[in-house]
């Protein structure tokens, strides 16, 4: 994945920028309800990640948009049955839970995730 596409140094940069802000005191109030750092492990790397994201929410139902999906292969971890990540200090501490990337009729693919312990 790193140093690929959108895996090269500046958009590493650009995620640790992001990933500054939400942790921020003044921003990351601000950020927390549409930005999350998620980890996850590769499928086939076994190597752990973790990248912000923007994500919506309805309830305890929590989706993630894929912009350009094509340029990213990050998602592509959750498709079939999917698979376990976790959500960095989502709602003051960190969150884990099974997510499942999908692909619309578009390309579109977003990735729906269901917290442990939700009902």
Known sequence: MAGQ???GPIVRGVNNGVVALMKSSIL???MSGSFVEISYVGRRSGKAFS???SYRRSGQDIVIMVAMP???NW???FLGEG???TLLNFD???KTGHAVATRDERG???VAVRLDGVA
């Open 5 to 7: 596409g959108f895996g």
């Open 28 to 30: 990351g109030r601000r």
């Open 51 to 53: 990248i912000p994201v």
């Open 70 to 72: 094509d340029k990213k």
């Open 75 to 77: 998602w592509r971890n």
């Open 83 to 85: 698979g376990p990540i």
């Open 92 to 94: 003051g501490s960190d």
């Open 108 to 110: 579109g693919v977003s």
